[in-house]
């Protein structure tokens, strides 16, 4: 049932009042005013403002008018609070729908996970937590607050790894995040304003958290076809970039796998510094590159402090860590370090401490460990593909780390391919979680299942495509 008018203005007013518009100990407008704004007569309002001053929110004073009132409105607030008022104001708005119902998933005992893009727990490398722990935990902690940038040594240990990778800084150019999404939300808290415009790449995970969504600044998608299709005029002439960023994942792209070529990669740079735009590199997957040396970083390539280098342990060794770095110029990263501090004192120094030890004598073999058998998971999954999707769909070729980006030919109704497949006990990573025009593609992962479970799970969300007859149903409402 409707609510009615007097309720709504209520309602309405209760909310101003909530969210500042109207503060406590201000004079409400005059009832003529609130006439206009609801467009009902005189007499609504009076009744409206006798129900909020029986509540106590608001007070009359004698031949001044009526005030939201300084006393009494805590008390309304505690006797009456709707939390759910807050949270709709919040600007911190709630993850997306298919983001909700994975993490409410994602724990349900036996489901397989078609999509998560995690190590699955029997690649992550327990053991060595168990002996870096016993062996050097007890007599070399300190388990106190670490520097603004973070542990020295780990700062130490993450400059040689990057060097290996062709990266050249100095310990004070590097900070320890709370994992790569950390850096994320500092480079938003610290470097974006409004007026910034934000280019992501799309299909990108950017879109999958909100981080940069909710400072409320421009989003420009430009697909990785249109970036490689006009490589040399990939930003507009006469559009305003100041206070802009490019983000990109630029070797072994979430979701796509994607990675750009060298010189794709040196255009990109060129043009942006030409802009005057920073990049924010995000290179958390490629160490995990499977054959031959890996491609070289924008970082490498850049000869102008004009990358911001994200790094993590989180896809190579384990999220639980929450171990990640950025690298860039020495005064971004001492504000973004301050900023670090104020969030939360830094990352746990008990990972901070085994990460430095992990890097300094696990990781390199580890890593040629893990790609072997991310590998050979990648050739179960694409045969597991070839034998049952290659009719109604495509993917690219996979050159590491964990996911296999599939398109379907033709259009689908994935919402209700997700439902379907939960209820056989299959959780899958649709496209739009990665960008709202993706609804045609899915984001499969071989790093996570259960190795014996991806050929008879692929099978069962073909035969749930074909029973339902799901393919081709929108096609000509949504292509
Ligand atoms: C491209 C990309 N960047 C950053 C992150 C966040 O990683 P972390 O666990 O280090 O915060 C992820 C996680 O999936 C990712 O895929």
Redesign the pocket.
Known sequence: MEKPIYQKIIDDMLRDINNGQLEVGMKIPSQRALTQKYGVNRSTIVHVIDILKSYGVLESKERKGIYVSKNKWNEYVSNNLNWQDYIGNSINQNNQYYIREINRCEFIPDIVRLGT?ELSAELIPNDAFHEIISKDLSRQLTSNYEAPKGNIQLRQQVKELVKKRGIECSVEEVCIT?????G?KLIADGLLIPKSKIIVETPS?INSIRTWHKIHSKMIPLSVDYIRNNIHAIFKEDEDYSNSIFYC?PTLH?PTSHTYTLKEKEQILEQCKAKGIPVVE?D??SELWFEGSIPKSMKELDTSHNVLY?G????TVS?GL?I?WLIGNERVINHLADLKMQNDYGASSISQFIATKWLAHYHETHIEDIKRNLKRRKDMMEDALTEAFSDIGRWSKVEGSFYIWFRFNESIDLKRLFKLALEEGLLIHPGEIYSEKEKHSLRFSYSYIDEHDIKESIYKLRTIIDKENLLNKRKSSDS
């Open positions: 893009g709370s994992g790569a999404l950390q994320l995970y994942n979430n995000d958390i997957y994200l993590s342990l989180s896809k999220p929450r990640g």
